[in-house]
């Protein structure tokens, strides 16, 4: 099995900054992509950025500018710098990776717990 586990929410006032990070440990032979969703009360679950294995990133249009996202992937570890934060990015975010577990095995997806951002002053 795999396992996603994110540290790095809490409440924070607009305007500024948390750092989330995923850890991901387990059965993985190789991670194709990481990324970050988030799902506010009452919402769908949206993409917030992606990473893939290669370096290449993507953003939702709401977040570009203000997030960053990164890897180390010695360490199967994702982070998302969040800046000049917003009431609006009040959601639990949820780490995602797409793993391969054996060379020959299929490509699964995994989701982490989820963590608290609350952006209020």
């Known amino acids: 099995q795999v396992q996603l586990v994110e540290s790095g929410g809490g409440l924070v006032q607009p305007g500024g900054s948390l750092r989330l990070s995923c850890a991901a440990s387990g059965s993985i032979f190789s991670i194709n992509v990481m990324g970050w969703y988030r799902q506010a009360p009452g919402k769908e679950r949206e993409l917030v950025a992606t990473i893939s294995s290669g370096g290449n990133t993507n953003y939702a249009d709401s977040v570009k500018g203000r997030f960053t996202i990164s890897a180390d992937n010695a360490k199967n570890t994702e982070y998302l710098q969040m800046n000049s934060l917003k009431p609006e990015d009040t959601a639990v975010y949820y780490c995602?990776?797409?793993?391969?577990?054996?060379?020959?095995?299929?490509?699964?997806?995994?989701w982490g717990q989820g963590t608290q951002v609350t952006v209020s002053s």
């Open positions: 995602n990776a797409v793993v391969r577990r054996s060379s020959t095995s299929p490509m699964y997806n995994y």
